[in-house]
């Protein structure tokens, strides 16, 4: 996966996966928004959790450092009317 390789090329003196902490993550979300934007950043942290979560579950880790590091605010996304007419119309249909 590609975003675990953006992890890595961040993380690559960390030596162990239990020595990674939310202080880590948090320095990879602020190195990681430099070069994409805020909502591929909150994705990264999507799969990088279940990474975390799988780890933890399996007892490579004692503790999942994702669940306490901050979401980056995304701005929604503006819906045209034509567009909102549409999702309704088939909201409508499928109902």
Same mark, same amino acid.
């Given at each position: 996966?590609?975003?675990?390789?953006?992890?890595?090329?961040?993380?690559?003196?960390?030596?162990?996966?239990?020595?990674?902490?939310?202080?880590?993550?948090?320095?990879?979300?602020?190195?990681?928004? #430099?070069? %994409?934007?805020? $909502? /591929?950043?909150?994705?990264? =942290?999507?799969? &990088?959790?279940?990474?975390?979560?799988?780890?933890?579950?399996?007892?490579?880790?004692?503790?999942?450092?994702?669940?306490?590091?901050?979401?980056?605010?995304?701005?929604? #996304?503006? %819906?045209?009317? $034509? /567009?909102?007419?549409?999702? =309704?119309?088939? &909201?409508?249909?499928?109902?």
């Amino acid at each position: 996966m590609e975003i675990i390789g953006f992890f890595q090329r961040y993380a690559k003196d960390v030596v162990y996966l239990d020595a990674i902490e939310a202080e880590t993550m948090d320095r990879y979300v602020k190195w990681r928004v #430099k070069q %994409v934007k805020p $909502s /591929t950043v909150n994705g990264d =942290l999507v799969v &990088l959790n279940g990474m975390f979560k799988l780890a933890a579950e399996k007892g490579l880790i004692s503790v999942n450092p994702i669940p306490k590091v901050k979401r980056l605010p995304v701005k929604p #996304k503006k %819906v045209s009317s $034509s /567009t909102n007419s549409k999702g =309704l119309f088939y &909201l409508t249909i499928a109902v």
